[in-house]
């Protein structure tokens, strides 16, 4: 699986964007970005995926580059609930489904 | 519809006992996996399973066993409580299906502690 490189940690000022940065410059064709996040010591909670393609949804804008060695993870309005750890996770959608999940960015969003 | 449940929150353990950590889903996933998390670190997988009898290891299976006799459950066992595995456990389950619902779902963890 394709590692993925993101900052320690971040501040975001409340109901101002929070773009959350991942470095991904070993994907392969068939793996897709995951971002999920864990608040406090909650179980992870599924963001929104993506191959190629921008991808918006409820929570989040996921955009990634042309060539697919880097996303970011938008959240439009971020909220004091926003604050947590966020995960990058590149894999392939197949057969095993595992995540290899890394340190993660830890969001602070301030009021 | 309660996703993924598992028992219990906590637990403590002596050095030495057994105990098995269920999980439990009724999503019907064919996909299901532990993790455990120690403090400060990311989440890493200990077993999984693609469906019904089949079980496969993870990054760090050692010290746990694991047995899928149904879709639903995925149980987690310690056979041998070690300190060092005083850790949060989380089940998470996920389709294995081809369209691209494949996102896992996570229960709310059990904190082991292993004195």
């Known amino acids: 699986d394709a590692k993925t490189t993101q900052p320690p940690s971040m501040d975001c000022a409340e109901g101002r964007a929070a773009n959350l940065p991942c470095n991904h410059s070993t994907i392969s064709g068939n793996e897709y970005v995951y971002w999920y996040r864990q608040i406090h010591s909650q179980g992870p909670q599924y963001i929104i995926h993506?191959?190629?393609n921008n991808e918006t949804n409820e929570m989040a804008s996921l955009i990634i580059t042309e060539d697919r060695k880097s996303s970011t993870l938008i959240l439009p309005h971020a909220t004091l609930r926003d604050t947590a750890v966020y995960y990058c996770?590149?894999?392939?959608?197949?057969?095993?489904?595992?995540?290899?999940f890394g340190p993660g960015t830890r969001l602070s969003v301030l009021p | 519809n309660a996703g993924v449940t598992q028992t219990p929150k906590f637990q403590v353990l002596k050095t030495g006992q057994s105990m098995t950590l269920q999980c439990a889903q009724d999503m019907n996933h064919e996909y299901m996996s532990w993790y455990r998390q120690d403090p400060g670190m990311g989440l890493r997988l200990i077993h999984y399973s693609v469906g019904a009898g089949i079980t496969d290891q993870g990054e760090v299976p050692n010290g746990y066993n694991v047995s899928r006799s149904t879709t639903e459950d995925f149980p987690l066992r310690l056979l041998s409580a070690a300190p060092s595995q005083t850790s949060v456990y989380f089940c998470?389950?996920?389709?294995?299906?081809?369209?691209?619902?494949?996102?896992?779902?996570f229960g709310q963890g059990t904190r082991l502690t292993v004195v």
């Open positions: 996770i590149v894999r392939p959608l197949n057969y095993g489904q595992n995540f290899v």
């Open positions: 993506g191959l190629k």
């Open positions: 998470a389950s996920s389709s294995l299906g081809g369209g691209l619902n494949t996102e896992a779902f």
